[in-house]
T-cell receptor, first 111, second 114 residues
Framework: DAKTTQPPSMDCAERRAANLPCNHS???????VYWYRQIHSQGPQYIIH???NNETNEMASLIITEDRKSSTLILPHATLRDTAVYYC????????????FGAGTRLTVKP | GAVVSQHPSRVICKSGTSVKIECRSL??????MFWYRQFPKQSLMLMAT?????????EQGVEKDKFLINHASLTLSTLTVTSAHPEDSSFYIC??????????FGSGTRLTVV
């Protein structure tokens, strides 16, 4: 799986959009970008994934650049409960192999 | 995605005793489950891959005789920390590969060895 690079921490004001970047310059053509988050003392939670088109669901939007070397996770209206560590992971879809985590971005939503 | 139940959520044990952590896939037949360990303010570290009906595969540096993994059915994997010591205190998390959504994770087990 390709390596990803994320900023270690970010702050965001409550009710504003949180934009979390991820670099994955070595991504291969059939690898997907997955985002998970981990709220303190809980297991990671799936947020969204995509290949090359932008994706949106009830939790977030995922914007992937045309060259697929980077992506941005957008939480449109961040709340205090969105404070968590966000992990960007690149891997093959339907891959039964292990998933390895980088350091992630610690997002703090402030009132 | 699947529903993964992990039990117990918290456990405190005395040094030298063993602790068993269960990971159940409630609505998905999991031939493979994964066990992670997470120390405070660190990321998840993969410990081992649990394969139904066969031996687990351990990551380098993880003692297989200390962290016993049993995956006897498609819905249950257990991790037993044998002869636990304070340095084994950590947050242990299991996961199941569920296809399109990548992985579903258990809620984690906070182990404290005193």
């Amino acid at each position: 799986d390709a390596k990803t690079t994320q900023p270690p921490s970010m702050d965001c004001a409550e009710r504003r959009a949180a934009n979390l970047p991820c670099n994955h310059s070595t991504i291969s053509g059939n690898e997907y970008v997955y985002w998970y988050r981990q709220i303190h003392s809980q297991g990671p939670q799936y947020i969204i994934h995509g290949l090359k088109n932008n994706e949106t669901n009830e939790m977030a939007s995922l914007i992937i650049t045309e060259d697929r070397k980077s992506s941005t996770l957008i939480l449109p209206h961040a709340t205090l409960r969105d404070t968590a560590v966000y992990y960007c992971i690149v891997r093959l879809r339907y891959n039964n192999n292990d998933m390895r985590f980088g350091a992630g971005t610690r997002l703090t939503v402030k009132p | 995605g699947a529903v993964v139940s992990q039990h117990p959520s918290r456990v405190i044990c005395k040094s030298g005793t063993s602790v068993k952590i269960e990971c159940r896939s409630l609505d998905f037949q999991a031939t493979t489950m994964f066990w992670y360990r997470q120390f405070p303010k660190q990321s998840l570290m993969l410990m081992a891959t649990s394969n139904e009906g066969s031996k687990a595969t351990y990551e380098q540096g993880v003692e297989k005789d200390k962290f016993l993994i049993n995956h006897a059915s498609l819905t249950l994997s257990t991790l037993t920390v044998t002869s636990a010591h304070p340095e084994d205190s950590s947050f242990y998390i299991c996961s199941v590969s569920t296809g399109d959504y990548g992985y579903t994770f258990g809620s984690g087990t906070r182990l404290t060895v005193v």
